[in-house]
């Protein structure tokens, strides 16, 4: 009887310890997952700054051709030179200094990019007591304007 007693006591305790004859089904907690590593990203790729800072404009210089006269008949002007941009680009416009004639300049402006050039041709008539007239070739600087005249004589 003692170990009838013993088994009944020990039932007891272990049911007010809430074991029972059927067992529940236990689940084991499940481990705790690292949080989620943050998105990556790339690191930003510089951009180019934009700048305010005025292109650099170049000087123009002028050449004779094989087809330069500086000395031309006044009713048959028919005359070039070449003009050539250094050290950066170089917008040039043109005009003829002295008004009177019929002189025409093509091409009459453009634009070079440093080493370039272009000729220009100049045609036309001129008043032949006037004597001289000028083609004035005119460019901005970073300083202010210049240009280059090229002296035509009849």
């Known amino acids: 009887m003692k170990v009838r007693l013993a088994a ?5 305790f272990l049911l007010g310890c809430g074991f029972t004859t059927k067992p ?3 689940t084991q907690p499940e481990p705790e997952r690292p949080a989620p590593a943050p998105a990556t990203t790339k690191a930003a790729t510089p951009q180019a700054k934009a700048t305010t800072k005025a292109a650099k404009t170049g000087t123009l210089t002028s050449r004779s051709t094989a087809q330069t006269r500086q000395r031309v008949s006044c009713s048959d002007i028919q ?3 070449q003009l050539i941009a250094a050290n950066g680009s170089v917008a040039w416009t043109s005009r003829v200094a002295e008004p009177g004639g ?3 300049v093509t091409p009459a402006t453009g634009t070079l990019a440093s080493g370039a050039s272009v000729v220009v041709k100049i045609r036309g008539t001129y008043p032949a007591e006037r004597r001289k007239f000028s ?3 005119e460019y901005e600087t970073n300083v202010g304007s210049a240009g280059i005249d090229f002296d035509v004589n009849c």
């Open 102 to 104: 019929s002189v025409t």
């Open 8 to 12: 009944a006591v020990a039932a007891v």
């Open 79 to 81: 005359t070039e030179v």
């Open 135 to 137: 083609v004035k070739f």
């Open 24 to 26: 529940e089904p236990q």
